[in-house]
């Protein structure tokens, strides 16, 4: 079964730091592309990062731009967020997603989601 | 950067009705580049459509996406009970600024 497993959410203070981590299961982990998606109390979806299959490129939305460091292990089948310099408006349920295709050249659907794991960010 | 507009943003239906929900973009969609989830509440979102009008692995017949350019469609045929949930479209493509969701539809039990 392909499974994403998150983890590492937590209360943090403004201006803390935090790591986020998913546990990818059940395919070939390093032939997909792999992305962070958040979605704050009450809202919608918003896309924050994306990894290539062997860990480049990385992209990264501009709210989080220079804050946020995307990476992956494929020895571990492994993903991890580095957040830094969090505020307020971070706070939100925090969704490791997989590429629907395997090296396509197209930043594809998200076709498997974590189960989210929470980030509050408050004093 | 292209927005994506859903309308509406609730849609009140009867189990067993047809449900039509629009996801309108503000500059064409190339490819047809467009994908829609169901979310239910505590949980993640389910990718049900692709590439505009293909179903992803293991949804039900009932669901179905169309449209092209900038005026898509998904239309579920006949309301289940579990059907009722919040439904986004999002855009996607050959750069990651592409990736953009719409605000979401909520489809409530009228």
């Known amino acids: 079964e392909v499974q994403l497993l998150d983890s590492g959410g937590d209360l943090v203070q403004p201006g803390g730091s935090l790591r986020l981590s998913c546990a990818a299961s059940?395919?070939?982990?390093?032939?997909?592309?792999m992305n962070w998606v958040r979605q704050a109390p009450g809202k919608g979806l918003e896309w924050l990062a994306h990894?290539?299959?062997?860990?480049?490129?990385?992209n990264y939305a501009d709210s989080v731009k220079g804050r946020f460091t995307f990476s992956r292990d494929n020895s571990k089948n492994m993903l991890y967020l580095q957040m830094n310099s969090l505020r307020a408006e971070d706070t939100a349920v925090y969704y490791c997603?997989?590429?629907?295709?395997?090296?396509?050249?197209?930043?594809?659907?998200?076709?498997?989601w974590g189960q989210g794991t929470v980030v509050t960010v408050s004093s | 950067e292209i927005v994506l507009t859903q309308s509406p943003g609730t849609l009140s239906l009867s189990p067993g009705e047809r449900a039509t929900l629009s996801c309108r973009a503000s500059?064409?969609?190339?490819?047809?580049?467009l994908a829609w989830y169901q979310q239910k509440p505590g949980q993640a979102p389910r990718l049900l459509i692709y590439?505009?009008?293909s179903r992803a692995t293991d949804i039900p017949d009932r669901f179905s996406g169309s449209g092209s350019g900038t005026d898509f469609t998904l239309t579920i045929s006949r309301l289940e009970p579990e059907d009722f949930a919040i439904y986004y479209c999002?855009?996607?493509?050959?750069?990651?600024?592409?990736?953009?969701f719409g605000q979401g539809t909520k489809m409530e039990i009228k």
């Open positions: 997603t997989k590429d629907a295709v395997s090296n396509n050249g197209i930043y594809d659907a998200f076709d498997v």
């Open positions: 590439g505009a009008s």
């Open positions: 990894i290539g299959g062997d860990g480049e490129p990385t």
């Open positions: 500059q064409t969609i190339t490819s047809n580049y």
């Open positions: 059940g395919f070939t982990f390093g032939n997909y592309a």
């Open positions: 999002q855009q996607y493509g050959r750069s990651a600024s592409m990736y953009t």
